[in-house]
């Protein structure tokens, strides 16, 4: 069983950058993707990177001002995070399956594994 470690969050102010890391113990599974979730709120799907990096997914709320990355050999996802807004402040949560559904769909009923997550804070 893979387990995943997140890392990178923190605060920052708007029009900032943050970059997350999720390094598993083992090997991941075909996709890895990004997570977050705010209190009160449903876990929404941010960023997913399937098929050994070939295929990237994100959210609408997310496009173009993040980018999801992966490094198969040493296991590890990562989450460049620029152009920051307050309404990106969320826990984030890394989770690996073999798949999240449809590209955007970002299916969590086959997640395999979820980290503990890391909190992003952005402040205006």
């Known amino acids: 069983q893979v387990h995943l470690a997140e890392s990178g969050g923190g605060s920052v102010q708007a029009g900032g950058s943050l970059t997350l890391s999720c390094a598993g113990s083992a090997n991941t599974y075909n996709c890895m993707g990004w997570f977050r979730q705010t209190p009160g709120k449903e876990r929404e799907g941010v960023a997913a990177?399937?098929?050994?990096?070939?295929?990237?997914s994100y959210a609408d709320s997310v496009q173009g001002r993040f980018t999801i990355t992966r490094d198969n050999a040493k296991n590890t996802a990562y989450l460049q995070m620029n152009s920051l807004k307050p309404e990106d402040t969320a826990m984030y949560y890394c989770?690996?399956?073999?798949?999240?559904?449809?590209?955007?769909?970002?299916?969590?009923?086959?997640?395999?594994?979820w980290g503990q997550g890391t909190q992003v804070a952005v402040s205006s």
């Open positions: 990177i399937c098929t050994s990096g070939t295929r990237t």
């Open positions: 989770a690996t399956a073999g798949t999240f559904g449809v590209a955007g769909q970002f299916y969590q009923g086959h997640i395999l594994e």
